[in-house]
């Protein structure tokens, strides 16, 4: 099987190399057209008497409806970013070590310390992306266990470090990608990531759709 772009198994890792689209939260405000009224208006009730018009009072900011999703999609989307970095310029020690562990836990950490300790062995790297299509859909969530489905483009390669050559002819095409993260003291960490090879048509499975 081709290493560089082994899709066979949901369980073998594939790092996800996306572009970064800026996910705005919209800005909520209340606006209260007070116009002329908001230091009040008069009234006449004798030649000799005016009094202020009250000044309606502010109405109450909006507040926004938290979406229970984000933040399994912005943890998973961190720790994919994170083992991107690292290989693409491996290094299998104590401080690249720690980066993993800040974002993922067992089987996901070990298979992807082995990977960059594979990368440094032979002095390999990995290059190219996964463009994403569409955006990471939360599939479920039961307790503190939550999956992932994402579809991407991938032009992922792997490479000699000294001379940029292809170490495998890499396959370009489509990966369905899959993703389990879990609950740890009030944050999400990935503990397994992998992906299905789709083909050159684009992926199959519902669930890569947003």
Request: charged share 15%.
């Amino acid at each position: 099987m081709n290493r560089a772009c082994g899709w066979a198994s949901a369980q073998r890792h594939r790092p996800v190399r996306r572009r970064r689209l800026a996910r705005l939260l919209p800005l909520l405000c209340a606006v209260a057209v007070l116009g002329a009224g908001a230091c009040g208006t008069t009234t006449s009730l004798s030649p000799s008497r005016t009094t202020a018009t009250p000044t309606p009072a502010d109405s109450p900011t909006p507040t926004p409806t938290p979406n229970p999703d984000a933040a399994i999609i912005s943890a998973y989307e961190q720790a994919e970013t994170t083992y991107i970095d690292l290989e693409e310029i491996p290094e299998d020690d104590a401080a690249a070590l720690a980066e993993l562990k800040d974002w993922f836990v067992n089987p996901a950490y070990t298979s992807h310390a082995q990977q960059l300790e594979v990368y440094v062995a032979n002095g390999e790297r990995e290059t190219g992306s996964v463009q994403d299509v569409g955006t990471p859909t939360v599939t479920s969530v039961q307790g503190t266990s939550a999956t992932i489905h994402e579809c991407g483009y991938t032009t992922l390669a792997t490479v000699n470090a000294a001379t940029g050559q292809d170490v495998n002819v890499p396959a370009f095409g489509y990966v369905l990608l899959t993703a389990t993260l879990v609950d740890q003291s009030g944050g999400w960490v990935v503990s397994t990531d992998g992906g299905q090879w789709e083909g050159t048509q684009g992926c199959s499975t519902a669930t890569a759709s947003p």
